[in-house]
């Protein structure tokens, strides 16, 4: 599976971005997508995933109330809109999809959940 971000920029605080997410290659066996970020010098963190069966979402603590994941299944797409943007939202942000399916909903949650990465797109929020 290929994953190719885009959507990433530079915006000021309070401000509003939505990041895409396409997959291509062996996407019939995706059961999840989801978004991690990482800001320099600290580690990759979990922001949000969504399950295709039953449409199911997870959100980090710290954007909940302002991001929405959303995606369409049948063209393997994920997006993610982002509102009311904060200076430490600013990282790198990583689209990754998953083929497993989990009993436990915490995995989606997880680096480890998920097989496949994309490779990246900036976002910036300036104060």
């Known amino acids: 599976v290929q994953l190719q971000a885009s959507g990433g920029g530079l915006v000021q605080t309070g401000g509003s971005l939505r990041l895409s997410c396409a997959a291509s290659?062996?996407?019939?066996?995706?059961?999840?997508m989801g978004w991690f970020r990482q800001a320099p010098g600290k580690e990759r963190e979990f922001v949000a995933s969504?399950?295709?069966?039953?449409?199911?979402?997870y959100y980090a603590d710290p954007v909940k109330e302002r991001f929405t994941i959303s995606g369409d299944n049948a063209k393997n797409l994920v997006y993610l809109k982002m509102n009311s943007l904060k200076p430490e939202d600013t990282a790198v942000y990583y689209c990754?999809?998953?083929?497993?399916?989990?009993?436990?909903?915490?995995?989606?949650?997880?680096?480890?959940?998920?097989?496949?990465w994309g490779q990246g797109t900036q976002v910036t929020v300036s104060s």
């Open positions: 990754a999809v998953t083929s497993a399916r989990y009993a436990s909903s915490t995995i989606y949650r997880a680096i480890r959940g998920f097989d496949y």
């Open positions: 290659g062996r996407t019939f066996s995706i059961s999840a």
């Open positions: 969504i399950r295709w069966s039953g449409g199911i979402t």
